[in-house]
């Protein structure tokens, strides 16, 4: 057993983290409807809801003002978290085959917000300046998450 504790996330990020949460029960949504027998565009409806109101300017805050305190875009960890952001547009955005895309979004999406909290931003505190967490604090505050959604298929 490890007697290394996890690192304490800085409180600039703990927004970002509370949005990963919610990514994370994106996830069991879509594992609970799926093995309901939900009908798939029910699901693929809720997942278009939260990816425009929250994946993408969660993306767009992680882009613009987290990743590159890492440095340029060539910089390994942004590497991936960059194309794993346009995989997973992608599968956002794809209408074909909507119970595969929806196995692909929650495995993929689920995979992508541990990297993001167990190596990308354990880096990232460790790298990143006083000034520039002070500055992502700033910027971005986190909005509380509000299910704007009536039709809970996954209860």
């Known amino acids: 057993m490890s007697d290394t504790k996890p690192l304490k996330r800085h409180a600039a990020l703990q927004p970002l983290s509370r949005e990963h949460h919610h990514g994370l029960l994106l996830g069991w949504k ?6 309901n027998g939900v009908a798939v565009e029910r699901i693929k409806a809720y997942t278009d809801w ?6 993408l300017p969660h993306f767009e805050v992680e882009e613009r ?11 390994p960890m942004v590497k991936r978290a960059l194309r794993e952001h346009r995989r997973l547009k992608r599968l956002f955005t794809a209408n074909d085959d909507l119970a ?3 196995n692909l979004i929650e495995k993929e ?6 990297y993001e909290e167990r190596v990308l931003f354990t ?3 460790t790298v990143a300046t006083p000034e520039q967490l002070s500055e992502i604090e700033r910027l971005h505050h986190g909005q509380p998450f509000v299910e704007e959604w009536t039709d809970r298929f996954w209860e």
């Open 100 to 102: 595969k895309n929806l």
């Open 65 to 75: 003002h987290v990743f590159p305190i890492l440095g340029d875009k060539g910089h």
């Open 50 to 55: 939260f990816s425009e109101n929250h994946l």
């Open 109 to 114: 999406l689920t995979a992508h917000i541990r």
């Open 30 to 35: 879509i594992r609970s409807g799926l093995s």
């Open 123 to 125: 880096e990232l505190q």
